[in-house]
């Protein structure tokens, strides 16, 4: 099918639940994507934070190849060697004692409220004052299924599906004194994004994680950090959270998991753990050979090729670079985020609009979220030309932009 015959036949046979831009892609390579002419264009976002290896690495497609020819499925009824392996990696990783696999973000999200609703559970049937209410950060992002949307704070998600899960409350973002006024005995989980990604690159203060700890801590609710953006390397360590030296009780994990393909984990403690038992919780497809496979040649290739120490390197000349370009353009108010999470806030939504709009016309992926900020999530094989040559082009974008429109009838942050 051409081009426009595929974007005439989505507008006909597509639920339509997406704006998408109006490119095709057919072949990555490296950290390039190529359209359907040829078109080579840099790509600074990885699919939302996917791509952890970039296009075509060899070690995914050796991966794949040799699982496919070996088993692709055989439920969760039965073992397979990946889910042990892999497992062992993660729960080094994170700090935490036990994994369970699933197939998206929103997947492991939901493990993880259904099993903080079942410990508070377990806990009351062993005698302890604990109750079912759940506390989320404003600005989060924790999928689109139903408990997940109801752990999420955009009106626009939300309000469309109403009545949602009950027992949801939020607590505004990095306010201690509005946590531990809403944190009682009858809250049996504290959900929070390390670094908040949807939200605008926000990372939750170092103090405000530690007091969500400290309350969980006493009453024995869980805190519940959603790593599935900022996790796997992606600030520069295994988990955001391991910058700060604490850790929860439970995490969750999935974009760049699979360097590609799906598959999502959730990651808890010992204490936790028990509160799920056989036939409990389940997927058919979760944890799968293959899925399971490629994500342990993704993390092998991260050990073996140093990523952390590259992320660190190359997000830290990436802020510097950004911050040099916010000294030269007033438009620009904030430089935000950790290892190659990173984020620009621009002065206003609709020159962040056209400043993203552009990029793409000059062949450079990134996108807009929370309306003025720019989100930079490279693959993490990105080199220092990379960040140069979107630089350089950002630079001549906002220029363009700023001295054509020259109005400063701003809207301001999004955040209030
Ligand atoms: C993307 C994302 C999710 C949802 O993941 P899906 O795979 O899209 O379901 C949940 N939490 C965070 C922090 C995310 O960035």
Redesign the pocket.
């Known amino acids: 099918m051409k081009f426009e015959d595929i974007r005439a036949a989505e507008a006909r046979l597509l639920v339509t639940t997406y704006e998408r831009n109006p490119i095709c892609f057919v072949r990555g390579e490296g950290v390039l994507l190529f359209d359907e002419k040829g078109a080579a264009y840099l790509d600074m976002l990885s699919g939302?934070g996917v791509n952890a290896l970039g296009h075509g690495h060899p070690a995914i497609q050796e991966a794949l190849d040799k699982q496919s020819r070996k088993l692709l499925h055989v439920s969760n009824l039965f073992f397979h060697e990946g889910q042990a392996e892999l497992a062992l990696r993660l729960t080094e990783m994170t700090g935490l004692d036990r994994a369970f696999f699933c197939n998206?973000?929103?997947e492991a999200?939901e493990a993880a409220l259904k099993l903080a609703r079942a410990y508070a559970t377990l806990r009351r049937s062993e005698g302890h004052r604990l109750g079912t209410k759940i506390l989320a950060l404003e600005h989060g992002?924790?999928?689109?299924t139903m408990g997940?949307v109801s752990t999420t704070h955009k009106q626009k998600y939300r309000e469309p599906f109403e009545p949602l899960v009950p027992g949801v409350e939020f607590v505004r973002f990095n306010d201690i004194a509005d946590l531990e006024e809403k944190f009682s005995n009858e809250v049996c989980a504290i959900c929070l994004?390390t670094v908040q990604?949807?939200g605008g690159i926000y990372p939750v203060s170092k103090e405000f994680f530690a007091a969500a700890r400290k309350l969980t801590s006493e009453t024995g609710a869980l805190l519940i950090a959603?790593e599935?953006?900022c996790g796997l390397g992606r600030t520069g360590e295994w988990c955001a959270y391991r910058h700060y030296g604490i850790l929860p009780d439970v995490t969750t994990l999935?974009?760049p998991l699979g360097g590609g393909i799906p598959i999502?984990a959730m990651l808890c403690n010992e204490e936790a753990a028990r509160a799920f038992t056989p036939g409990m919780h389940g997927t058919t497809f979760g944890g799968g050979p293959l899925a399971c496979a490629v994500a342990i040649a993704v993390i092998d290739t991260m050990r073996r090729d140093n990523l952390l120490q590259h992320i660190q390197e190359t997000g830290k000349y990436f802020v510097q670079q950004l911050q040099s370009l916010a000294q030269r353009h007033t438009c620009i108010v904030d430089v935000r985020g950790m290892g190659l999470m990173l984020g620009m806030e621009l002065s206003d939504a609709e020159l962040a609009k056209q400043a993203t709009t552009q990029m793409m016309e000059r062949r450079i992926l990134i996108n807009r979220t929370n309306e003025t900020v720019l989100r930079f999530l490279p693959p993490y094989i990105i080199e220092k030309k990379h960040i140069e040559q979107t630089i350089h082009t950002l630079d001549e974008i906002l220029t363009n932009l700023t001295t054509v429109a020259a109005s400063p009838a701003a809207a301001h942050g999004a955040r209030g």
């Open positions: 939302i998206s973000g929103t999200w992002f924790h999928g689109r997940s994004e990604g949807e959603d599935i953006q999935a974009k999502g």
